[in-house]
């Protein structure tokens, strides 16, 4: 089955530094990549949609330039988040489609739990 | 703008017994309607989706989902509850394909021995 992943699964930082975050589909190609947060016991918030080749579609109330996104390929996209503080600890979880459009499912990571002290 | 309403935070069943999990959507257009678990620290695994067809869908581990246009809900329910089913579940809806997500507020289901 499709599979994406997702690196690092944990990280710990200080607060002013900034984090990168790999989502990579492993046996598809994807051209268009979500990435969401997930705040303790709450659901899934889309933060933006990330476009192979293009600039990233940000959702409304998030600030693009302190989650700059990249879709390099169209087996990766990454996530920075610039000059990190504590409130911007969460769970990062991105998903991808596959590249046919006869497919509707988009597959998950497992899911990046950023530390911010 | 689609949203998606998910009855119950929390449902507790006993094991054995039938896990119901509600789900409501709202959507200008026919919606795209998925239900994910998500266990501790790990990212959703698709249990089932509907799209167009048959409007009773059967998904892993043993759940279904029934599309009610006219209720516009979505539904989940398996008829006998695993100790492995306790996990977060989340309803999610979306427009087209590979479109992105508009998910629920998740319930947690707990799985009583």
């Known amino acids: 089955g499709a599979v994406v992943s997702q690196h690092p699964s944990r990280v710990i930082c200080k607060s002013g530094t900034s984090v990168k975050i790999e989502c990579r589909s492993l046996d598809f190609q994807a051209t268009t990549m979500f990435w969401y947060r997930q705040f303790p016991k709450q659901s899934l918030m889309l933060m933006a949609t990330?476009?192979?080749?293009?600039?990233?579609?940000?959702e409304q109330g998030v600030e693009k330039d302190k989650f700059l996104i990249n879709h390099a390929s169209l087996t990766l996209s990454t996530l920075t988040v610039t000059s990190a503080h504590p409130e911007d600890s969460s769970f990062y979880i991105c998903?991808?489609?596959?590249?046919?459009?006869?497919?509707?499912?988009?597959?998950f990571g497992p899911g990046t739990r950023l530390t911010v002290l | 703008a689609q949203s998606v309403t998910q009855l119950g935070s929390h449902v507790s069943v006993s094991e054995g017994a039938l896990v119901l999990l509600r789900c409501n959507y709202s959507?200008?257009?026919?919606?795209?309607l998925f239900w994910y678990v998500q266990y501790p620290n790990q990212g959703l695994q698709l249990l089932l989706k509907?799209?167009?067809?048959?409007?009773l869908v059967k998904g892993i581990n043993g759940f279904e989902a029934e599309f009610k246009k006219s209720e516009t809900s979505f539904h989940l329910t398996k008829p006998s509850a695993h100790m492995s089913d306790a996990a977060e579940y989340f309803c999610?809806?979306?427009?087209?394909?590979?479109?992105?997500?508009?998910f629920g507020g998740g319930t947690r289901v707990l799985v009583k021995p």
């Open positions: 998903s991808a489609s596959p590249l046919a459009t006869s497919t509707d499912t988009q597959y």
């Open positions: 990330s476009n192979e080749g293009s600039k990233a579609t940000y």
């Open positions: 509907y799209t167009t067809g048959a409007t």
């Open positions: 959507s200008s257009v026919p919606p795209y």
């Open positions: 999610a809806v979306g427009k087209a394909a590979g479109n992105k997500l508009t």
